[in-house]
Nanobody, 125 residues
Framework: QVQLAESGGGLVQTGDSLTLSCRIS????????MAWIRQVPGKEREFVAG????????YYRDSVKGRFTISRDNAENTMYLQMNNLKPEDTAVYYC??????????????????WGQGTQVTVSS
């Protein structure tokens, strides 16, 4: 089993920055890909950014490219999402997710095996 714990959400204004953290514990060696996925009430979860752990390849949805950066710290078993120039449409609950497989569509949110509890990000206009 893998446990994920997010932190770092909050209320910010348009144009502000925020960094989310996801601490990983448990059977870490089984995890091949990690992602940040967000959800707005009444809407489907959507892939935001992901990182393939064996080679650190990164992936982003178009709307956050150039503003968000995903990274990881192996020594701390932690993944980060640096979010700059935040917009009201970024408001959502952000989840950390992990998958034991590589390949296929990382945008398909139902593929992920493990999930954190989520952290709220609210961007005011």
């Amino acid at each position: 089993q893998v446990q994920l714990a997010e932190s770092g959400g909050g209320l910010v204004q348009t144009g502000d920055s925020l960094t989310l953290s996801c601490r990983i514990s448990g059977e870490i060696s089984s995890v091949q890909f990690m992602a940040w996925i967000r959800q707005v009430p009444g809407k489907e979860r959507e892939f935001v950014a992901g990182i393939a752990l064996p080679f650190s390849a990164t992936y982003y949805r178009d709307s956050v490219k150039g503003r968000f950066t995903i990274s990881r710290d192996n020594a701390e078993n932690t993944m980060y999402l640096q979010m700059n120039n935040l917009k009201p449409e970024d408001t959502a609950v952000y989840y950390c997710a992990a998958d034991s497989r590589l390949g296929g569509s990382y945008y398909y949110t139902k593929r992920y095996d493990y999930w954190g509890q989520g952290t709220q990000v609210t961007v005011s206009s």
